[in-house]
């Protein structure tokens, strides 16, 4: 009996150290086109965040790659410095003061977006929008589809203002958050977004110009299987939880489950650019176009709005992390959409006015690296306005570096182990950026 036992703790022991994955900040000494070459050697390699100018790079590396990778950098004379060799323990770590949440009767609280609040507060705080007299009048809710898990896909509406009762607005905005699981900035910011809108929907000259003119569709956790998996168990999580037909490979490696949703929507899928078909990439594009059911859910939806007289006007797609405001299209280099030019003047003004200068505007293919099947370009060919923000910590964030002495570096961070103090700081930010990007199209008469 306490035989089997060592055997089965030295099996747990076993696969948690194949499961493990290191965090590597790694330095060229020339510019190249590092990134290529190592997606073509080293496949299931995940690229965390990159400055080309510095030729520097952060990746997220499975342990059988270590000594593969250490080699290869040296061939390139490159360097490199262990950011975590333990994620999920250097999270936890930092996590040990968090209080406990205590809910708000009042669904627009700042309680809301103060924390990172669980599936299941979420849905609450949804239940709460659409009872509390405060705000049942303003929004509808839409259960657009259930996930792997069963967990339901919420959209909250918010109902521009009308002449009529249930007047429907011509056009329409939708945001979305929480598409990869670990990007928990993308939800509390999408969550503070839904708050300001209803907050200031009266109040506020812009936001009730807005809501005169379009409805507002949000969606702020649009994975939460994911979500919950990277609450759970692997903190820099990305995929949904969908069983793949590797989901055995490597001894039952986690990686080898789910689809990476943001390579999963039905544009361009079949064109695998930056988009894996090995079922063990954190980009793994799923085994056909639109098969999970988050994708298929978001797009009969879009589309299903989009037949009922109601036209998407503007979409708002919140990632984390780069400051990085992303245009179409993604899956090319060197196509661009046919109003390309407005997009990049209307998004660089918004960026000199409200953001400090601080987001680089860019077509999402050259300022990040070109992808297939992603929601900016399905959503491009519904509505002339797609757009991804890559979020990131104004602050540096929580210091996971260690040097060769094991010393904390906080100069060194991974941008997805965010503090809950940042939603607030990056909210503002991209509120105001939407806002003031949406007012732009009215006062200008786009429409
Ligand atoms: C999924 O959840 C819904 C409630 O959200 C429930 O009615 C349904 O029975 C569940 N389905 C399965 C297969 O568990
Ligand atoms: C994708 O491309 C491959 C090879 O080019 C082809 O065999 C397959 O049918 C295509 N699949 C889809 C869904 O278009
Ligand atoms: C965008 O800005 C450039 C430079 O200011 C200008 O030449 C061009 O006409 C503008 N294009 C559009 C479509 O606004
Ligand atoms: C480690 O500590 C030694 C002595 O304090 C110091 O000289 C060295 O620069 C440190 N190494 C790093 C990488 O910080
Ligand atoms: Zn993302």
Known sequence: MVHKTKIAIFFLFFLTILQAEHVWLVKFPHKDNHLLHIQKSFPLIDLLQHDYDQSSYVFLIPNNYLSDFTHFIHRLHGSFRIITNNPEKTWKKSQRRSKRWVPSDNPLDQTYYQHFLSYDEQQDWYNLLKTSLLTKKFIRSYTIGHTYENRTLTIIKILGHSHRRHQQRKYAIYIDGGMHAREWLSIGVANYILIQFLKLRKTNVKVREILYNFDIYMLPLMNPDGYEFSRHENRLWRKNRSPTPHSDYWNGDQSCYGIDLNRNFPYEWNNTIGASDHA????????????????????????????????????????????????????SLSKKVSNYDELFNRSSKVVSSVMKKTYRVGQASRLLYPCTGTSIDFAATLMPHAMTFELSPMFKGLPMCFDQNKTLDDTCTVGFLTDPKEIEIDGTEIFNAIVEYMYSIIRDRCL
């Open 280 to 331: 063990c990439s954190h980009s793994y594009r799923g085994p056909s176009p639109a098969s999970e059911n988050e994708v298929i859910s978001v797009v009969n939806f879009l589309r299903q709005q989009q037949l009922s007289n109601q036209k998407f006007y503007a979409y708002f797609n919140l990632h984390a992390y780069g400051r990085f405001w992303l245009l179409p299209w993604t899956y």
